[in-house]
């Protein structure tokens, strides 16, 4: 049974790209949830999806930030017109309910030139 | 204030020795997580817990709800535990809150 992948590892864009980081939960789990690592800081929750759905984007961006959790296929992070501020990492988990122990995947690391 | 403190912030230690890490929460809880991680490294998930004590190999994790207190303990530190480790809780809502970390480092 295969961890949560994300993919890419790294991403490069340079300011005013997209960026698209893509999450695949562990198998059985349906709940997914993405946290952003800024340089030196700690963890900070971004959104909470189920399947088609968004439960909680508390911690979102109003602008230019997006996540999907379509019925088939990975959740997206997607972030529009980068800017050197969202250079981080970012982290997907998965479980298998909301009240459930989150597993976290390797992240993927966004630089904006 | 953050609503969940970690202390200390930095830790050395030699091999071998007795390792505690501690986090301390404001809000209300349904559960603790403790996790791993590794410079430039994902994060492991290495206790959820909201009661007692779990162990698992040489980590041991206790909770007091009513403290709002938890502890990591290591026994026998080893080198390969250097990592930051981290709390967090989870409370009403779903989304973790996380300290701000411990980066642990041991010596042989």
Same mark, same amino acid.
């Given at each position: 049974?295969?961890?949560?992948?994300?993919?890419?590892?790294?991403?490069?864009?340079?300011?005013?790209?997209?960026?698209? /980081?893509?999450?695949?939960?562990?198998? =059985?789990?349906?709940?997914?949830?993405?946290? !952003?690592?800024?340089?030196?800081?700690?963890?900070?929750?971004?959104?909470? /999806?189920?399947?088609?759905?968004?439960?909680?984007?508390?911690?979102?961006?109003?602008?230019?930030?997006?996540?999907?959790?379509?019925?088939? =296929?990975?959740?997206?992070?997607?972030?529009? #017109?980068?800017?050197?501020?969202?250079?981080?990492?970012?982290?997907?988990? %998965?479980?298998?309910?909301?009240?459930?122990?989150?597993?976290?995947?390797?992240?993927?690391?966004?630089?904006?030139? | 204030?953050?609503?969940?403190? #970690?202390?200390?912030?930095?830790?050395?230690?030699?091999?071998?020795?007795?390792?505690?890490?501690?986090?301390?929460? %404001?809000?209300?809880?349904?559960?603790?997580?403790?996790?791993?991680?590794?410079?430039?490294?994902?994060?492991?998930?290495?206790?959820? /817990?909201?009661?007692?004590?779990?162990?698992?190999? !040489?980590?041991?994790?206790?909770?007091?709800?009513?403290?709002?207190?938890?502890? /990591?303990?290591?026994?026998?530190?080893?080198?390969?535990?250097?990592?930051?480790?981290?709390?967090?809780?989870?409370?009403?809502?779903?989304?973790?809150?996380?300290?701000? =970390?411990?980066?642990?480092?041991?010596?042989?």
């Amino acid at each position: 049974n295969a961890g949560v992948m994300q993919n890419p590892r790294h991403l490069v864009r340079r300011r005013g790209q997209e960026a698209r /980081l893509r999450c695949s939960p562990m198998k =059985g789990h349906s709940h997914v949830y993405w946290y !952003r690592q800024l340089p030196e800081e700690g963890l900070k929750f971004m959104v909470y /999806l189920q399947k088609e759905n968004i439960i909680d984007e508390s911690g979102m961006p109003k602008e230019r930030f997006s996540a999907e959790f379509p019925k088939e =296929g990975p959740s997206i992070l997607r972030i529009q #017109q980068v800017v050197r501020g969202d250079s981080a990492a970012y982290f997907c988990a %998965s479980s298998v309910g909301g009240y459930n122990e989150q597993f976290f995947g390797p992240g993927t690391r966004l630089t904006v030139l | 204030k953050n609503e969940v403190e #970690q202390s200390p912030q930095n830790l050395t230690a030699q091999e071998g020795e007795f390792i505690t890490i501690n986090c301390s929460y %404001s809000v209300g809880i349904s559960a603790l997580h403790w996790l791993q991680q590794h410079p430039g490294g994902g994060i492991v998930s290495l206790f959820m /817990l909201s009661s007692g004590k779990k162990k698992h190999g !040489r980590l041991i994790a206790t909770i007091n709800i009513q403290e709002k207190h938890s502890s /990591l303990h290591i026994t026998a530190s080893h080198p390969r535990d250097s990592a930051v480790y981290i709390c967090a809780v989870k409370g009403n809502t779903d989304k973790l809150i996380f300290g701000t =970390g411990t980066r642990l480092q041991v010596f042989p």
